[in-house]
Structure formats: structure tokens, C-alpha cells
């Protein structure tokens, strides 16, 4: 199911920058999550399996099958929401894998999100949103239960991670124009395509055209490429944010939801 793939261009100069030890492995399925059987063919290219493991006291029991099953005694590597690129560091070395459904995409936007998945890895930072909200995950249940049905309180939560963690990338990204200028342009490309989207958002919400937890999820993409996003969802794009990470999460989320109401 896993072979290695070969990087061109500037992938093994970043890759060698940032996790010189990550795998890059082709899958022959797309996948949302591997399930245990799949998982353990990993070890046919690497060298171990150290599993995430959590307590899970703090996880509500309505809380969706796919959570419940990821603090479990089963391996599980990816997550629904990882889109076409995943990473995990429960594998000795690190992998990143690359699915079938990016066959048909620009060659240069793959690039990217393979180089983006390697500036992920070195972070070190969980590979999942319950590591980010750990124990605050029962308050951001408690703010958004009202709100938000179990799969959009998913979007939002992985929607509001995802911002966390491109916070940091970006000042990666940012820095690439000189040392890796192919990747620089795929990245503000992408940017810039984004951009109108969220300058769109706030109407597409007032008229219900765009669910709350569908636009957060477009805004806080924009945050990797240091995009203006409307509000509320610009109070994600703080070094606040950084330094105070899930509690500075739920607040955001306790105000915004107050305000709607």
C-alpha cells in the first residue's frame, strides 16, 4: 500500500531543512483515517510504531465515533479533514503521505502541500486537534453545543487548529521566496486564489449561503498565507493565539457565539 516517492524539485532541499528523517510515501487508496490492519503495513517501511495514546476522561461521550475511536487501543493515523496530504509522528521515522486524489492536481500545488507537510512535522506541535485542545475540549463542546450540530463542531474545532498551526508555517513560507522560490509561488498562488473567497465571506454568512463552520474552515486556511480575514474569524490571526493556543481557542469561540446570539 506504501511506497516511497520520489521528490524533485526543491522537496529534498526542504525536506532535508526541516524533518531529514520524514518518509514521503505514496498510497495506492485514498483514506480518511488507516485502520489498525492497514496501519500495521507501515512497518514494512519504517521502523516502528509508537501509537498517540490520551486518557480520554475529558472527551464527552456524545462526542463523534471517529474521536472516540482515536483515543482508543486502536493505531489510527490520519483524520477526516486531513485532505490529500497527511503526516504522522507516530511512526519511527515520521511519514508523510501523499493520496491517489492529488493524481490529477498541478504538479506545483502537490509540491506544496508535501513541503508544507514537512514544516508541519518539524513543529512540535500534536498531529490532531484533540492533542491542541487536550482537556479545554469539553469547554469548546459547552460553547458551541448549541450551535453547531457533532460534524460542524468537528469542521470548526480542526478548522480552528489548522490556523494554530499556520500561524507558525507561515513564517516559513513567508521566508522561501530566495531559498526555495517554486514552493514560495505555489504558496502565494494559492493566496491569492483564497483571498476572494473570504472577502466574500461575511455576506455568504449573513444570507445563509455559508454555513459558520464551512467559512471558518476557508478563513482559517487563509491564515498560512497571511490573508486579511473578516471577522471574528481575524482574532485567530494573533500572536495572542500563539502563546495562549486552546485557551485562547475557546474564549474566541465563547465570544463569537455570544455575539450571534
Known amino acids: ?4 516517492r520520489s521528490l524533485t524539485g526543491e522537496l529534498p532541499a526542504v525536506r532535508e531543512a526541516y524533518a531529514p528523517e520524514a518518509l514521503v510515501l505514496n498510497c495506492d487508496r485514498d483514506f480518511e483515517t488507516l485502520d489498525p490492519a492497514v496501519a500495521e503495513e507501515l ?14 476522561a475529558w472527551l464527552p461521550t456524545t462526542a463523534p465515533e471517529v474521536l472516540q475511536e482515536y483515543i482508543g487501543n486502536s493505531l489510527t493515523i490520519g483524520m477526516p479533514g486531513d485532505g490529500g496530504v497527511a503526516w504522522t509522528r507516530q511512526t519511527v521515522p515520521p511519514c508523510v503521505f501523499v493520496k491517489p486524489r492529488l493524481e490529477t492536481s498541478p504538479d506545483d500545488f502537490v509540491s506544496f502541500l508535501v513541503a508544507e507537510a514537512l ?3 518539524s513543529l512540535d506541535e500534536p498531529e490532531h486537534f484533540l492533542g491542541f485542545f487536550g482537556e479545554r475540549y469539553p469547554d469548546f463542546v459547552a460553547a458551541t453545543e448549541d450551535h453547531l450540530d457533532s460534524n460542524a463542531r468537528y469542521q470548526l474545532a480542526a ?18 521566496a530566495d531559498g526555495y522560490p517554486d514552493l514560495y509561488a505555489a504558496w502565494d498562488d494559492a493566496g491569492e486564489r483564497l483571498q476572494p473567497r473570504l472577502d466574500d465571506l461575511p455576506s455568504e454568512i449573513a444570507q445563509g449561503q455559508t454555513e459558520f463552520a464551512a467559512a471558518a474552515e476557508l478563513a482559517c486556511s ?11 474569524f481575524a482574532a485567530l490571526d ?9 485557551d485562547y481557542a475557546v474564549q474566541w469561540v465563547e465570544t463569537t457565539f455570544e455575539k450571534m446570539e
Do not use: N
Request: charged share 20%; glycine share 8%; no cysteine.
Open 159 to 176: 478548522a480552528v487548529y489548522t490556523a494554530y498551526l499556520g500561524l507558525q508555517t507561515r513564517a516559513e513560507f513567508a521566508d522561501w
Open 222 to 232: 487563509g491564515v498560512k498565507h497571511g490573508l486579511d480575514l473578516p471577522a471574528p
Open 1 to 4: 500500500m506504501f511506497t516511497e
Open 43 to 56: 512497518l514494512l517501511v519504517t521502523d516502528s510504531l509508537d501509537q498517540i495514546s490520551y486518557d480520554g
Open 119 to 121: 514544516v508541519e512535522v
Open 238 to 246: 494573533t500572536d495572542a493565539y500563539l502563546e495562549y493556543g486552546a
